[in-house]
């Protein structure tokens, strides 16, 4: 059974800086995809970024050039650098990973292990 465990998540303000950590264990995390989610109150989870085994990297247009989302295998751990963070960057963060062969990353259909989410809060 993979368990995710994200960290990172604070209060910061608009403009600032954040990174988001999410280790993995029990399963082979250097040959999976992780993605990372958003989610606010009575609003459907939403994509943010995701990246493959190959080291390919998806960005949400909201998040682009703002950003990066990277990953060290040998510590099975994903990192979701954010920069110039905004307002309505506010939102619970959650990893996700999956053990199976998909080349499709934005929904979160596409993922089936999850951490527990870490909040981000900005103020303006």
Known sequence: QVQLVESG???VQAG????LSCVASGG???RAVMGWFRQVPG???EFVA???WGDRKYYADSVK???TISRDNAKATGYLQMNSLKPED???YYCATRAYYSLTYYSPRDYEYWGQGTQVTISS
């Open 50 to 52: 995701a990246i493959t």
């Open 9 to 11: 998540g604070e209060l």
């Open 28 to 30: 082979t995390f250097s």
């Open 16 to 19: 600032g800086s954040l990174r």
């Open 65 to 67: 050039g703002r950003f």
């Open 43 to 45: 609003k459907e989870r």
């Open 90 to 92: 506010t939102a619970v």
